[in-house]
């Protein structure tokens, strides 16, 4: 990977083609993790979230993307069977790893298309 971009690319090839390995890869040893759910996060956690989404949904698309000079920001829509949720993502990327990663999710839409998604 030549540059930060380069990162946030793989980063959500990896989690939204459901490859957890590489996705792992891309976190810093210490990464930052917050979301909007109404459970703990780490980034066991967060990557467990992201694999259900990616299984469970019928699409993940990128429908809008800022890049900055520190990381990204993403705004994704979360396909369901029964209807789209939406997801905010920010990420930092520092030395070719996310060392932050920022979840905003649509809670209500969460709740009624994915449930039981951040159940434990």
Do not use: C
């Amino acid at each position: 990977m030549t540059n930060r971009m380069d990162v946030v690319d793989y980063w959500v090839r990896s989690w939204t083609n459901d490859d957890l390995t590489m996705a792992r890869k891309l976190l810093a040893a210490d990464v930052e993790t917050e979301w909007n759910l109404d459970a703990p996060v780490d980034d066991e956690e967060l990557l467990q979230v992201l694999h259900r989404i990616a299984a469970f949904a019928d699409g993940v698309t990128v429908v809008a993307r800022t890049d900055a000079v520190d990381g990204a920001a993403l705004v994704y829509d979360l396909a369901a069977p029964f209807g789209t949720a939406r997801m905010v993502e920010f990420l930092g990327v520092e030395d070719q790893k996310i060392n932050e990663v920022r979840h905003v999710y649509d809670v209500t839409a969460i709740d009624r298309f994915f449930p039981g998604l951040y159940a434990n």
